[in-house]
C-alpha cells in the first residue's frame, strides 16, 4: 500500500496484479496527503464560516493564506495535488498536539488506508507493507487486526519500481 501525495494498492498473486485505488486525484487517492490537504481545505473554510472550531491547526492553514478566504478560493482554483498535500505534516504535527481537527483527519485517513487495505486482504494479500509518508506515518491509526497484515517491505521504493517497469501486464495509471 502506497500512500504519500496520492495513494494506491497493489497486490501481486501468480504473476496477476490486483490495484486498489490510484486512478488521481480529486477522483481517486484516498489515503493520500492530497485528499487529505482538500478535506483540510474544506473544513478550514467551514471554521471561517463558524460551522465548525477554528483549531490550532485550521488557523495555522489561514496564516499560509495571509487570513484571506478570498486567497484560499483563488489557490484552489488552480491547486495541483502537491499543493494540498502540503498541508500534510501540520496534520500529522498538529495531531500531536491534540488538535481535534487534525486528529480527525487522520482518523478519516487511516479510515481510507484501512479501506483499500482491506480490499487487499480481500484479494488474497495477508502480509501488506506500508510505503510513502502518509501510509507509514498512519500505521497507529489503523485497527489492531488491520495492523497485524502489516509487514517491512522487503524492496525499497526504486526497486519495486523496477520490477514494474517495461511489464504490460503491470499497467498502472
Known amino acids: 500500500m502506497i500512500a504519500g501525495t496520492g495513494s494506491v494498492g ?11 485505488g490510484g486512478r ?7 489515503g493520500g496527503g492530497a485528499v487529505m490537504g482538500l478535506r483540510l481545505i474544506q473544513q478550514v ?8 472550531e477554528n483549531t490550532p ?62 480490499a487487499l486482504n480481500r484479494k488474497g494479500a495477508n502480509r501488506i507493507c506500508l510505503m510513502g509518508s502518509i501510509a507509514e506515518r498512519s500505521k497507529a491509526w489503523l485497527s489492531p487486526p488491520v495492523q497485524s497484515w502489516v509487514v517491512e517491505p522487503q524492496f525499497d521504493a526504486i526497486e519495486g519500481a523496477l520490477m514494474f517497469a517495461g511489464k504490460p501486464e503491470h499497467n498502472l495509471y
Open 10 to 20: 497493489i497486490y501481486l498473486s501468480n504473476g496477476e496484479q490486483h490495484v486498489v
Open 24 to 30: 488521481e486525484f480529486p477522483i481517486s487517492d484516498q
Open 45 to 52: 473554510l467551514l471554521a471561517q464560516d463558524g460551522i465548525v
Open 57 to 118: 491547526l485550521a488557523q495555522h492553514v489561514m496564516a499560509h493564506f495571509d487570513q484571506d478566504v478570498d486567497q484560499v478560493v483563488e489557490w484552489s482554483k488552480s491547486a495541483l495535488p502537491r499543493d494540498y498535500g502540503q498541508f500534510s505534516p501540520a496534520i500529522f504535527e498538529h495531531a500531536a498536539q491534540g488538535d481535534s481537527l487534525a486528529i480527525s483527519m487522520l482518523k478519516q485517513t487511516a479510515a481510507d488506508i484501512e479501506m483499500f487495505l482491506v
